[in-house]
């Protein structure tokens, strides 16, 4: 019978809590302070800690720390407020398996609870047994959320969009081009309140400053030369809904002032009328640029990125999720195949490798056309090498060869952790600060023999 330790200083709700997860067959112990909870922790043989993170005299991240501490494999679920998005956050970050906001229904708990221990039962299997389970019951293909990997990164990516969908937060969405930032809006939206309104994607580098005030707010018949008639901008189009604004970085000075005082106000005119109207808008951007860089140069208004910056998600590079690589092809085939009608089954060993020693410089973008012009040129059922583009084969010394100086350093760093650790795996990579799946990764790109 799984045991579980349950820690939370309301009495009433923490025995409610006990006589229902125990009515479900769960042996359940209760703590209503952090000390009574941790002189019990270190007694017991717990499989699961479920802990609210408002504790009287004591933080709740610091316990989730002094839990983690005693055994890093258990699974910690944290209860929370509905306002605490950033400590929630943080709780993740720390090594909570999952959270949930009060008030909770019985179903949900029971839910993460049966998530939590089949996780740890997974843990003591083996390695391959456990990726292969992975690989089974964890990777979701989903063409509307986009694909939900099995990697560290990918992982963090979809536990801060599960955080921060429920707000009404205005989120900065920085990374790499080609990342797939829009898919990361798309998957916010569509996991909030404003799911069933409208999600409006705007090119902010692809309108010109000139008429960039009718994109946004829309105008009215006969304001200008070539308003033939009304039109409404993208905020009305998105009122109630999500509006995305990709590559912010680009709108001019003046287009950011008035952006600025319409997220403000939440209230635009349309262009030639004197009539304001109120738009209810949750906004998202996105840039692969340096916004606090641009702030600093003048370029970019400080006011407005702190407006826009509530809450800022990192999509990862396809590097740093090399272990999704297999998956996102897998998907991008099954894409391709289904827009050009074709029934390609799979990749040859010798193109997975090409795939597996190239850098991907464009991401998912460039994995994603590449395979989608593979498919285009195959006429068997098995995507060969020759139909591969020559950059794959030629592009892999180009980048070792800008690269040079930052890899060699990496690698640098990597050995002097090693040895610095007695080449202890784990303790190397809380060195440098990665996971240990990051390090094995790395030690394979370079090809250390350790």
Not at 47 to 75: F, H, Q, W
Request: proline share 2%; net charge negative; aromatic share 8%.
């Amino acid at each position: 019978m799984p045991r579980i330790l349950i820690i939370e200083d309301d009495a009433a709700f923490c025995q409610m809590l006990q006589r229902f997860l125990a009515k479900k067959g769960y042996d359940v112990e209760a703590s209503f302070t952090a000390e009574d909870a941790k002189k019990k922790f270190k007694g017991g043989d717990f499989d699961m800690v479920i802990t609210d993170l408002r504790l009287p005299n004591y933080d709740g991240i610091e316990l989730l720390s002094d839990i983690k501490a005693i055994n890093s494999k258990i699974p910690v679920l944290v209860m929370t407020s509905y306002a605490e998005v950033s400590t929630a956050v943080t709780a993740m970050k720390k090594g909570a398996f999952d959270y949930i906001s009060k008030p909770f229904t019985p179903e949900e708990m029971v839910m993460l609870v049966e998530n939590a221990l089949n996780q740890k039962v997974k843990q003591v299997e083996t390695v391959a047994e456990s990726n292969e389970k992975e690989a089974q019951d964890k990777i979701t293909l989903n063409v509307g959320n986009g694909i939900k990997g099995i990697s560290d990164a990918s992982k963090k990516l979809h536990e801060y969009i599960k955080l921060v969908a429920p707000t009404d937060m205005s989120i900065l969405i920085t990374g790499e081009s080609g990342t797939g930032k829009e898919v990361t809006a798309k998957s916010i939206h569509d996991t909030s309140k404003r799911k069933d309104f409208s999600f409006v994607a705007v090119d902010c580098g692809a309108i010109p400053k000139e008429i960039a005030t009718s994109e946004f707010f829309g105008h009215v018949k006969g304001s200008f030369t070539g308003a033939i008639e009304d039109k409404i901008g993208h905020f009305e189009a998105a009122n109630g809904g999500t509006l995305f604004l990709d590559e912010i970085g680009n709108l001019s000075y003046e287009n950011q002032i008035q952006l600025l005082r319409a997220l403000q106000e939440r209230k635009i005119k349309r262009v030639g009328s004197t009539k304001e109207v109120s738009v209810d808008v949750r906004v998202i951007t996105a840039t692969n640029e340096d916004l606090v860089e641009a702030v600093e140069k003048g370029t970019f208004r400080e006011d407005l990125y702190h407006r826009i910056n509530e809450f800022s998600i990192e999509t990862p590079s396809l590097q740093e999720r090399f272990e999704d690589l297999p998956l996102f092809a897998d998907f991008f085939l099954d894409k391709a195949n289904k827009s050009l009608d074709k029934r390609v089954l799979g990749f040859s060993d010798e193109t997975t490798a090409v795939f597996n020693q190239y850098h991907w410089p464009g991401n998912l973008r460039e994995l994603q056309n590449i395979i989608k012009r593979s498919v285009l040129l195959t006429t068997g059922d098995i995507i060969q090498t020759d139909v591969l583009p020559k950059e794959l084969f030629e592009g892999n010394k180009k980048v070792e060869s800008e690269n040079f100086s930052k890899d060699a350093y990496e690698k640098d760093q990597i050995i002097r952790a090693l040895k610095e650790t007695n080449f202890n795996k784990s303790k190397a990579a809380k060195l440098l600060k990665v996971t240990r799946k990051t390090l094995y990764n790395k030690i394979n790109l370079y090809n250390l023999d350790l």
